[in-house]
């Protein structure tokens, strides 16, 4: 069976924008983000890739036309070959009546009530209707698709499933939070046997969102909501959270079953009101580290408390013992440790997808999983994939490609071609100075994590390369740090990684052991933890191995990792777009495959 996902529409930015004011800061706040596209071939994963990786254009809504036809090729199939598309929303007419019904009673003026009625309404009939997404789909690919054969997956059931599908399969809880889906905001339930049974009485509507209360929090800030969270959670650890918490306090009201609600539900024009609460729990805003920090680590236990909350409920409903934790709150990996940490679930499983980045592939695999009724559901037995899933499912590279790419920047860039086992020493020794290295091999990771195929390399050892990094490189604030890579097996030693034994998609943050913080201070954030990421040499053989010789050399067990881009464009996907970040930023030498690149006022020679 072959599986198409599919994420974006054509038409739901400028949709957005008209009627919703989502532009400028407020250009994330809207459906489809993070477009993209994935395949199954029978259960087999074999491409996923985000249509911004392709398109250059960050977080886009809009149809993943490349995205789609790149995943074809790659797996050399037409569109008659596919059979199901899976798209990860479901607006049916009874969704649409609930979303109006829910805006019946909300706090808003009359005129503004029937003005978001209409706008909803056209919104589901003109965009992302059924009959909407097919008619884009065959707009934009050429290919009329038989509404038969399209399967539309609720939202927050197609983030179960990624992680349940990248977990390897295995029964599990779940707790999915994000900002909304259809209706609902968070939702918990269990995968038994790839069949989701949703705990319906723990569903939260998107007007008790914490995903958007954190997001109103991170615009309050001055930062890009829908965006810029993980930038919060960085302030959070320059200070203390007040006591009492005024979130807490005032703001959130824990419930019953894990349920939560608000003093005030939000809505589509509440920005100002917070802003003006906020500053009456915190002060006048001054924009001040100190200022931002305090409201960010208030922000930040407020976030842990409600999602500990949900979990005691979801532990009380189920006898399952592995956790998944999915949709884009998951990415707050500094609440993740401690979420698991005081839970009783032997694991706790956040993946590569856990952003709307991942839901095309947990839509294809529930389609696999659960077709229609007039294809064979797939039995028990043939279910497991044909290999590990890992991140490393986008586009790579050969020779000729990277050759063709340095010679449209002749004169600009100098090269030399290195043997496998010459990468590796030539590399660890030049990690050994106070240099900044591209590193970009083989296929393009999936997710927002730069997880070692497409990063920026540097030696943690010196103080201040995080400083370097962030104003030479990056462009970004200077509060911003940067995670450690590490060897699977010596994480635990390096690190206090509690019940924890890997954390492959830097998806967890741990404390460095404190004999460690004065050898990698470079990836030590303020707090004294990491977000880690650890390798094996199954995964990334490659980085494995430079990771070793680097660390005999130096003594240093950990590299930093950052990826390989500047802040607020996509991660670098072509050797093309590697050589403009290289050429546009103060880096300081490229490792494009085996090319060893510099600019043309850099020395290089062949030697080791």
Known sequence: MIVLGCNGFTGVSPFF????????????????HDAGASLLVDGELVAAVEEERLNRQKKTTDFPVNAVQWCLDEAGLKFSDIDLIAIPWHFSTEVLNQMLSGIEYAPMTPPARRSLTRSLSRLVGEVVSPDAIIADFAARTGHSPDPDKVVFVPHHLAHAMTGYYIAGMKDAAFLIS????????????????????????????AEYSIGLLFAAITRFLGFVPNNDEYKVMGL???????????FLEHFVQLRADGRYTFCRPLSTDSHRSLEILFEEYFGPFE????????????????????????????EARTGLNRLLFEGGVALNCLNNTPLFEGSRFDDMDVSF?????????????????????????????????????????????????????????????????????????????????????????????????????????ANPNFPDIKDIINSRVKHREPFRPFAPLVLEQDAPKIFDMGRKTRSPYMTFVFPVRPEFRDVIPGATHVDGTSRIQTITDHHTPRLAALLRC????TGVPCLLNTSFNVAGEPIVCTP?????????????????????????????????
């Open 178 to 205: 994000d900002g909304r889906a259809e209706v609902f905001s968070s939702l918990t339930g269990e995968i038994r046997d790839g069949r989701i049974r949703a705990f319906e009485e723990s569903s939260i509507g």
């Open 236 to 246: 959070s650890g320059f200070a203390e959270p007040p006591s009492p918490n005024p």
């Open 287 to 314: 924009d001040t580290r100190e200022y931002k920090a305090r409201a960010a680590a208030a922000a930040q236990q407020m976030l842990t408390t409600v999602t500990r909350h949900q979990l005691r409920a979801l």
């Open 17 to 32: 924008a008209e009627h919703f004011g989502s532009v400028g800061t407020e250009k994330h706040y809207l459906l489809g």
């Open 353 to 457: 997808g856990a952003s709307d980045t991942g839901i095309t592939i947990g839509a294809a695999a529930h389609a696999w999983l659960n077709p229609p009724d007039s294809l064979s559901r797939v039995q028990h037995t043939e279910k497991e994939p044909a290999q590990p899933v890992t991140p490393y499912l986008g586009p790579e590279y050969d020779d000729p490609a990277i050759e063709q790419a340095l010679r449209e920047f002749t004169g600009r860039v100098s090269w030399i071609r290195l043997d496998d086992d010459d990468v590796v020493s030539r590399v660890a020794q030049l990690l050994t100075e106070k240099v900044v290295i591209g590193w970009f091999e083989g296929r393009m990771e999936h997710g927002p994590r730069a997880l070692g195929h497409r990063s920026i390399l």
């Open 550 to 553: 680097f660390s005999d050399l």
């Open 576 to 608: 093309t777009d590697a050589l403009n970040c290289f050429l546009g930023t103060e880096i300081d030498y490229l490792m494009l495959g085996n090319y060893l690149v510099t600019t043309t006022e850099g020395v290089l020679d062949s030697r080791p």
